[in-house]
């Protein structure tokens, strides 16, 4: 079965970057035609797109952030990862990884709270 879980630092300080991983489980993240998302949502608001990295390892940001978004990945360890630079509260919000496009196979989610 396909898994996916999101690991973080869980508080960031203001300026500094948020690095979250996701490790998947259950299927090779190369696999043809397959999609990897991060998705976020901010407390009291609905989910924001951020990217997407495709199994060749292409990837595109939503516009809004992608002057300080970049999406990577490790084939050996079988994760990608999502690296947010230059971080304020607005960036506070559970991040979720998935797979899929639409995604439909989602992780749990991880808080990712920015503050000093």
């Known amino acids: 079965q396909v898994r996916l879980q999101e690991s973080g630092p869980g508080l960031v300080k203001p300026s500094q970057t948020l690095s979250l991983t996701c490790t998947v489980s259950g299927v090779s993240i190369t696999t043809n035609k397959h999609h990897w998302s991060w998705i976020r949502q901010p407390p009291g608001k609905g989910l924001e797109w951020i990217g997407v990295m495709a199994d060749s390892g292409s990837t595109y940001v939503s516009p809004s952030l992608k002057s300080r978004t970049s999406i990577s990945r490790d084939t050996s360890k079988n994760q990608f990862t999502l690296q947010l630079t230059s971080v304020t509260p607005e960036d506070t919000a559970v991040y979720y990884c998935?797979?899929?496009?639409?995604?439909?196979?989602w992780g749990q989610g991880t808080q990712a709270t920015v503050s000093s």
């Open positions: 998935a797979r899929g496009v639409p995604p439909l196979d």
